[in-house]
């Protein structure tokens, strides 16, 4: 069990803008940055958001990232078919002294 | 540009132990940390530990201390993972990951392809 929390599954039809929310304490997200990584079917992470709601070049404005509190969340509008994949949020955590990932969530797109 | 090339699959049995490689090219292997996570069948990411290619300095996630060793081979910029025990829980897919740092944040990017260890009597 994870330290930080995540829904297993969200879903949305094309065009649609859903939200994945990751929820931890003061120990890791209420101090910490946050970062997303964007798991495709049978592929290594890739990196989808860094320190909160930075994009990395390359990534569609469509993805997007916030942080309040003890929580963050990415958000993505304009659901597309090749956005179907796993989504990880990872945080440093004080206590832990190491990294934390969310359990992930699983995206699917109706 | 920056790459990371990890080992093949593996096998073992029950009681083995597995290294599995992650060589670096595109950058200086030196100057970045370089991070392993696990993902089991079907599951989630698990953080498993750090190494400082510079100096060889580590620190472990408290699942795997005593049984994982993170070392360095700067001559050929290349890292190596060495899981020692090994049990069926211990199959997964075994990630490198470079931490890349600006100013006081940092994450991961990039990864490398994954090695699957398959541990199995």
């Known amino acids: 069990q994870s330290v930080v929390t995540q829904s297993p599954s969200a879903s949305g039809t094309p065009g649609q803008r859903v939200t994945i929310s990751c929820s931890g304490s003061?120990?890791?997200?209420?101090?910490?940055?946050i970062n997303w990584y964007q798991q495709l079917p049978g592929t290594a992470p890739k990196l989808l958001i860094y320190?909160?709601?930075q994009r990395p070049s390359g990534v569609p404005d469509r993805f997007s990232g916030s942080k309040s509190g003890t929580s963050a969340s990415l958000a993505i509008s304009g659901l597309q078919s090749e956005d179907e994949a796993d989504y990880y949020c990872?945080?440093?955590?004080?206590?832990?002294?190491?990294?934390?990932f969310g359990g992930g969530t699983k995206l699917t797109v109706l | 540009q920056v790459q990371l090339v990890q080992s093949g699959a593996e096998v073992k049995k029950p009681g083995a132990s597995v290294k599995v490689s992650c060589k670096a090219s595109g950058y200086t292997f030196t100057r970045y940390y370089m991070h392993w996570v696990r993902q089991a069948p079907g599951q989630g990411l698990e953080w498993m530990g750090i190494?400082?290619?510079?100096?060889?300095?580590?620190s472990y996630a408290q699942n795997f201390q005593g049984r994982v060793t993170l070392t360095r081979d700067t001559s050929t910029s290349t890292v190596y993972m060495e899981l020692s025990s090994l049990r069926s829980e211990d199959t997964a897919v075994y990630y490198c990951?470079?931490?890349?740092?600006?100013?006081?944040?940092?994450?991961?990017?990039?990864w490398g392809q994954g090695t699957l260890v398959t541990v199995s009597s």
């Open positions: 190494i400082n290619p510079s100096d060889g300095t580590t």
């Open positions: 003061t120990s890791n997200i209420g101090s910490n940055t």
């Open positions: 990872a945080v440093w955590d004080d206590s832990l002294n190491g990294w934390v």
């Open positions: 320190t909160n709601n």
């Open positions: 990951a470079r931490l890349t740092v600006a100013g006081l944040y940092n994450w991961f990017d990039p």
